[in-house]
């Protein structure tokens, strides 16, 4: 099992930034990759949308909406994922969550934070 919590989120005005934290414990050896998904309002848990990932090699990919605007990185001595979010726009408002991927024996396994609001004002 592994165990994902988040945090750093909050209110900011559009142009502003917050810096997202995720912090991973329990059985990290099953994690291969994680990620950062955002679910808005009325959007069903399986519409959420991946906004950036980041492989146990160190690989990231983008969406494209926040492509140049946010950053993910890993400090894998604190067993840590961030977010930095810059050139935050109302449209980037919703809850985040933290995501991890990966494989125990031959089975896939995917873990969840509990997520985290972020609210961007106009």
């Known amino acids: 099992q592994v165990q994902l919590v988040e945090s750093g989120g909050g209110l900011v005005q559009a142009g502003g930034s917050l810096r997202l934290s995720c912090v991973a414990s329990?059985?990290?050896?099953?994690?291969?990759?994680m990620g950062w998904y955002r679910q808005t309002p009325g959007k069903e848990r399986e519409q959420r949308e991946l906004?950036?990932?980041?492989?146990?090699?160190?690989?990231?990919a983008y969406a494209d909406s926040v492509k140049g605007r946010f950053t993910i990185s890993r400090d894998s001595a604190k067993n840590t994922v961030y977010l930095q979010m810059n050139n935050l726009k109302p449209e980037d408002t919703a809850v985040y969550y933290c995501n991890a991927v990966g494989h125990l024996d031959w089975n896939s396994v995917e873990y969840w934070g509990q997520g985290t609001q972020v609210t961007v004002s106009s």
């Open positions: 329990g059985s990290l050896f099953e994690i291969d990759a």
């Open positions: 906004v950036a990932s980041i492989t146990d090699g160190g690989s990231a």
